[in-house]
C-alpha cells in the first residue's frame, strides 16, 4: 500500500512534465502568428494577411476569406497573382465589363496610400468604353487617349460579343479612350461620362494580338519600403510592426519579438526550451522505477 505521501508525489511526477510540455516555446508556431499564404498565393514581405505582421503602409489591404482579396474604398478585389521579383500584383474586378460581359461602370477607387505604393503599372491601359460625345476625353481632354501596340479602342466594338451591342444599338461607333490610370484617378466615371470600362495589363506584349485574347485585369506595381526587413529575414525572423506605434518588430518566435533582428542569446526562444520529449519521458519513467524498485 502507497502512504497518501507517496501517492502525491507519484501525482507531482506525472503532472510536472505535462506542464513543462505545454510551457515550452513552440517555434513551429511563430509561422501561425503570420501566415505566409492564402489559397496558393505566397503571403511575404511587405504584404500581410495578419494585422502586425509585414509593412505597415499595407496594413489592412489584404483580405483571406474565401479568396485572397485587395481591399480599396470601391470595393474588394480578387487578387490572381503576386509577382514578387517584378513587385506586381494581379487584381480582377468581378464588376467590371469585358470582352464577354458587359456590366455597368464602377468607379475604380484607390486611398492616397495605394496610389503612391501599389499604383496600376504604366502597362495597364483603362478603356473607356460608350462615351457621350460631350465627355472630356474627347473634347479639352483629348490628349489623354492614345493607341496600345498598334491597337485602337474602336476594335473592342467588333471584336469583343459585349461591346458589339453598342454598334448594334446606335448603328454608329460610340466614341471611346484608351487611358492610364491617372485619368481614372483624377475623373470619376461620371466626369468622364462613359457608360462602361474594362481594363487591360501587359498592354506592351498585346502586339498583333485581338481582344479576345488580351489580358483582363489590373496590374499593379509595388514598392517595398525600405525598413530594415534585410537583416531580420536573413536571421531567420518575419518582419511584423507594433500595432500601436507601427515601429519595426522582427518577430522570431511566438514568445520572442526583437527590434532588429533575432539570433542573439534573449532573443532565441529555442535556447530557453526546457526539456526534450525525451527528457520528459525520463523524468515520468524514473520516479515510477524508484517507486517500484523500492
Ligand atoms: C510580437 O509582435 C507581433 C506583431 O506585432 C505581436 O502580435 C506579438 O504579440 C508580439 N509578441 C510578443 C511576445 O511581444
Ligand atoms: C473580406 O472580403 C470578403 C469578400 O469580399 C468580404 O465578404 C469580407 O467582409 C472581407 N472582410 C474584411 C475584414 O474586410
Ligand atoms: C451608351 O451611352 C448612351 C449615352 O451616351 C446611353 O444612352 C446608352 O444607354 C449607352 N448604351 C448602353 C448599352 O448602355
Ligand atoms: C488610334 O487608332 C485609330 C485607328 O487606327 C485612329 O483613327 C486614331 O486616330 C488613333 N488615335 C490616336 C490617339 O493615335
Known amino acids: 500500500m502507497m502512504s497518501p505521501f507517496e501517492s502525491l508525489i507519484i501525482f ?7 506542464l513543462l510540455l505545454f510551457l515550452q516555446p513552440q517555434p513551429s508556431l511563430s509561422l501561425s ?7 496558393n498565393i505566397p503571403i511575404n514581405y511587405p504584404f500581410a494577411i ?9 496594413r489592412r489591404m489584404l483580405n483571406c476569406s474565401t479568396d485572397l482579396f485587395f481591399l480599396t474604398p470601391s470595393g474588394n478585389y480578387k487578387v490572381q497573382s503576386i509577382d514578387y521579383d517584378k513587385r506586381t500584383v494581379i487584381i480582377y474586378d468581378p464588376a467590371m465589363s469585358t470582352c464577354s460581359i458587359l456590366q455597368p461602370h464602377h468607379d475604380f477607387v484607390m486611398t492616397d496610400i495605394q496610389s503612391a505604393i501599389i499604383p496600376p503599372s504604366p502597362d495597364t491601359v483603362f478603356v473607356l468604353v460608350n462615351c457621350s460625345i460631350d465627355s472630356p476625353v474627347l473634347n479639352h481632354y483629348k490628349s489623354l487617349c492614345y493607341n496600345f501596340s498598334g491597337h485602337s479602342c474602336e476594335e473592342l466594338y467588333g471584336a469583343c460579343t459585349s461591346f458589339k451591342l453598342f454598334h448594334l444599338l446606335s448603328n ?4 471611346c479612350c484608351f487611358t492610364g490610370y491617372n485619368t481614372v484617378k483624377f475623373m470619376s466615371m461620371n466626369i468622364l461620362d462613359c457608360t462602361h470600362y474594362t481594363s487591360v495589363y501587359n498592354t506592351d506584349n498585346l502586339v498583333g494580338v485581338g481582344p479576345l485574347d488580351w489580358l483582363y485585369g489590373i496590374k499593379l506595381s509595388f514598392s517595398v519600403p525600405d525598413t530594415g526587413c534585410g537583416r531580420c529575414a536573413k536571421s531567420g525572423g518575419t518582419c511584423g510592426f507594433d500595432v500601436e506605434t507601427e515601429g519595426l518588430v522582427c518577430i522570431c518566435s511566438t514568445t520572442t519579438n526583437s527590434t532588429r533582428e533575432c539570433g542573439s542569446v534573449a532573443d532565441t526562444g529555442e535556447s530557453q526550451r526546457p526539456f526534450t520529449l525525451l527528457q520528459t519521458f525520463g523524468l515520468i519513467l524514473v520516479p515510477v522505477f524508484c517507486m517500484i524498485l523500492r
Open 33 to 39: 502568428l503570420c501566415r505566409n499564404t492564402c489559397n
Open 50 to 58: 495578419d494585422d502586425g505582421c509585414g509593412a505597415p503602409q499595407y
Open 172 to 175: 454608329t461607333t460610340p466614341p
Open 12 to 18: 507531482k511526477f506525472l503532472h510536472l512534465p505535462l
